[in-house]
């Protein structure tokens, strides 16, 4: 049977080509791990994500979560699949042995969790809220509230939410208006409401940990008054029992296009006066709290959006290479058998689009899953700030890269089964439904936009940015010395250097308070900027695709080739397309600033 | 309230200040019409569209057809809003006085359902699928057929459906295996299966005439051997009244991704032996038949298109005006109110590109349909043909490019709604999926594009190419005399420049017998090209608008700066993004025809 999560073999090819994770092992904190450990991990990721996570994909879709009686129903299938997700500890792929993590680099957890997004991304959100409400209490709690509430999560007693958006508050979180008084007894009440809490209520675990931004009576306005809270569904009892239901209840479900396994909840935080929150840190620092988190969880959301591009890419192969219809342009007797649809040219440009963004999105994601690894393990405090520099960069691409394009490799997978794909008989068209929040939620595009241009291009007096420079030049250096590599260099070169022209151009304006103006056509500087990178990522895999045709075994060559022609097909007739935006970009076109409300 | 299906002063605009639909009424068979009666019509089509279609639009959604008994079942309130249509006369609306119709120009017949198509596209199915089948039997039937059949579909009693995809073969029709067996009477047995067939069973008409596409024992292979059938689900008695149900069985109903209220059927022809059906027009001729509707279906259908991305674009503006999130860029102070996110830049882009994509995709739509009248109602023969062959130019570029542009404003009316847009709560995430089928059915936008350039601009010479080009020069030249215009005609000229050049590298490609690497290519080229015809066609527009900035009244200024704004933006950010196609299309690039099966 084909490959429908992944290709083992581009996996490898990333891990142990591009990314050389082995050389991970070397680092004191994974130096108890090999290729065979890691290469273990995955075969159970990739088990269980086959056998009990996808089954129940298209169930989930149908019978999404009920309300009743103020909780949330959820079909059968999901609990053992989140246990067993559990029980091979994958919650805490990352985490110290002593902790009873499996301590591998993030690298590796990624890889495996890339399994289970692409099985059933609904499901697999339960754990990855989970993860990312622990992490925060990790690096931001107090040593009781660790006791009290990570290490029930670590055990897979506790999950956890993240609660943010309020119903006139979403992108704009310095709005948000819920508030925690202080109690006599060190504890805070909250108040307020929140919508779009994922995972907000189900009975998958004993106890919810929701982590609830909101403001103290002494708050500063804005951002800067934002303070972060411990809120469980029920109380915790110093031995470590459940006590009694906190003061949070489940108001209602949000029914949405897709990714309908996952509850979305409006949650009521203290409408009897009686919810009880504990504050996480300082007060005011929630939303950097939050922020110092975000990097992990934008590169989940990235790499969520990927899989699902990746098993729609891989589900319309296999049906373009089983599917006959119709002949070649210039063979038109219709008496001669019909050829399968990956003969035709254009679904050919289909598949190869598909294969471009996929493969090129899930190399740039374990490259930043590495990175993170670098912001951990590196030796110094220096290094270890460079990398965080890079991946504070690259990380509003990370997450919204994919979302774009891996969303469009879904359409075209539909556009490839034809009819049978706009059907729920097949699964594509799931994948596209699940695949459109993405670019919604964790910073929509456009606020990952401005957070592009308007801080990260500049920050430390851009010296991400150059970091990212110098990479790509060193890259393209190493690619010429192949001499078939020259076609898809130049056009990288060319487009690196346009748009370091126009970043230092807009920073320009930026910086003589033409804000407005500087910012106004950020989606574009998204879209080229998204480009280059993702264009440097596949000279990356062109470099070792013909290292490994020069090198590699013979049973390898059609694997190779294959990512030199999508290496080709991205360098070439997708790095190109974004001179169109540069040029808008260079001439400050305010087309779309100067539209006036009343016109339209 | 704001208008919710479609601006009527942008309708009003197209009818009388782009497209004089009043020049019409100096024909003989418009004669008794006015602007009156047109608008008329107008008003009773918005009037039954947002009383009867709109209000069950997402119900339709939730309850699909259900199978019940070997039936298709429907909600209930899709029966009354189809009655309201039928007697509304808009069944007929182009059909003459003499049977009933309103004997409407075309381009009115096709304003009038656009209303329709906006507030519900799934219920206009029924009576649009109606339409095309009695539209075959009028042009290719005989008398008889006429009197038993077609009457009463014009009186509203039979509804039709167009039976021709089987499951083996979609867009490869020439592979159809449906067989008709001439039986003793004169009539035909059919057997063979058939999908996809929407309408083909329903509760709201006494009987289903289907038009199905079968070949005969004696027929040449290919498209050359498909012939056409009138095949009715209940036969018809001499005296009209309805006879025994015939060998038509309901096998199962398709569950589709959107446009959910339209049944998708699955029917067995002959299961029992008994299938009767009648052969329309001449033997072998059936697809030639099927073809020379096409012109309306597909216009049919691309207007579908863009009134899906209308009914979207007007929801998020109003959404976008209603909603208040965040602060300009420059303006950060946490305690000044919030703005309506239409001030937002960026929602601004997204509004800007929706109303470009869906008001130059709504002109192309009403254009075509004007020709399509020119085609009927010229006054010689050869200016009848001469329209026919231009409309036979522009009809892939009708049907394919608001399939795809106005998707994608869809994507951008769910974005400016962030999450809410994800929720079922609002109409535009349904609209995506409703839309997401056009660019598949009737023709797939692969199939298009083979269409444009393997036969629509080299027939007759190229005749028809050259008209279009003299069309869009002379747009060019009188746009010309306005100033304010030279920047948006300079982009349109220079594409007009290079598409001509490269159409005629490419059929030089052709001829010389390079048939699959000259079509290798084809979906870049259907995009040059739909964005070349937009591009003209928004610079229609904007000479009209600079004419009635000059004389127009000053309540309309807002209104046609929008227009001037949406051609700004199309003609600048839109169609200058070719070139990277063209240079594509020029190099002969086969990065995709040359990618491997096994490479993948």
């Known amino acids: 049977m084909s490959e429908t999560l992944l290709s083992s073999r581009n996996l490898a090819f990333e891990l142990y080509e591009v990314l050389d994770a082995e050389a991970l092992t070397q680092r004191e904190r994974f130096a108890d791990h090999s290729r065979e450990t890691f290469d273990a991990a995955i075969g159970t990721a990739r088990s269980i994500a086959e056998k009990l996570f996808a089954p129940h994909n298209r169930k989930s879709d149908e019978h999404e979560p009920e309300y009743v009686e103020g909780a949330a129903q959820l079909i059968p299938e999901i609990k053992p699949a989140v246990d067993a997700f559990l029980d091979a500890g994958f919650l805490n792929a990352t985490r110290e042995f002593e902790v009873g993590g499996m301590q591998l680099p993030n690298l590796l957890s990624q890889a495996c969790f890339a399994h289970f997004q692409s099985a059933n991304a609904a499901t697999t959100s339960y754990p990855f809220l989970t993860m990312g409400a622990a992490n925060l209490i990790e690096s931001f709690g107090s040593e009781e509230q660790k006791q009290r509430f990570l290490q029930p999560m670590i055990d897979g007693r506790f999950f956890g939410t993240m609660a943010l958006t309020e119903p006139h508050a979403g992108s704009s979180l310095s709005d948000i208006r819920t508030r925690a008084e202080p109690a006599a007894d060190g504890s805070y009440r909250l108040k307020g409401n929140k919508i779009f809490i994922s995972g907000g209520d189900h009975p998958l675990s004993e106890n919810i940990v929701h982590m609830v931004l909101a403001k ?306 950020s989606a574009l500087y998204l879209k080229v900027f998204g480009h280059l990178v993702i264009g440097w990522r596949w000279l990356e895999q062109a470099i070792r695709a013909e290292q490994g045709l020069a090198t590699g075994s013979a049973a390898d060559r059609d694997f190779y080739q294959g990512k030199l022609q999508a290496a080709r097909y991205f360098l070439t007739w997708e790095v190109p397309s974004c001179h169109h935006e540069l040029a808008i970009l260079e001439a400050r076109d305010d087309t779309c600033l100067s539209m006036q409300n009343s016109w339209f």
């Open 216 to 521: 103290l009576p002494d708050a500063p306005p804005g951002v800067k008054g934002i303070s972060l809270f411990i809120v469980p569904k029920f109380l915790v009892n110093d031995d470590g029992s459940l006590g009694p239901r906190n003061d949070v209840v489940l108001a209602g479900l949000f029914h949405k296009m897709g990714w309908r396994g996952t509850t979305s909840t409006a949650l009521n935080f203290g409408d009897n006066g009686q919810c009880v929150g504990y504050l996480v840190g300082q007060p005011h620092q929630g939303l950097s709290y939050m922020f110092q988190m975000m990097n992990e969880a934008r590169i989940g959301v990235g790499m969520g959006a990927v899989m699902l591009g990746y098993a729609g890419y891989l589900y319309s192969l296999d049906y373009a290479r089983q599917r006959p219809q119709g002949r070649q342009p210039d063979g038109k007797d219709p008496t001669s058998a019909q050829v399968a649809i990956v003969d035709h040219a254009d679904v050919r440009r289909m598949l190869l689009t598909q294969k471009a963004y996929v493969e090129g999105a899930f190399d740039l994601g374990l490259y930043a899953a590495r990175l993170f690894d670098d912001t951990q393990t590196l030796a110094t405090e220096e290094e270890r700030q460079t990398a965080l520099e890079l991946l504070d960069l690259l990380t509003p691409i990370v997450k919204s890269w994919p979302s774009e394009f891996c969303l469009k490799a879904n359409e075209l997978a539909i556009q490839i089964l034809g009819g049978h794909g706009y059907t729920r008989d097949y699964p594509v068209e799931q994948y596209y439904r699940d695949n459109r929040l993405n670019p919604i939620h964790e910073g929509t595009h456009g606020i990952q936009s401005l957070d592009l241009l308007g801080r990260k291009v500049s920050m430390n007096g851009g010296a991400a940015l150059k970091q990212l420079v110098k990479l790509i030049q060193d890259c393209c250096h190493r690619a010429g010395e192949h001499e078939s590599l020259n076609a898809l260099r130049q056009p990288l070169e060319q487009l690196l250097a346009r748009l370091s022209a126009v970043t230092l151009a807009l920073l320009g304006d930026l910086m003589s308070g033409k804000v407005n103006q500087g910012l106004a056509n």
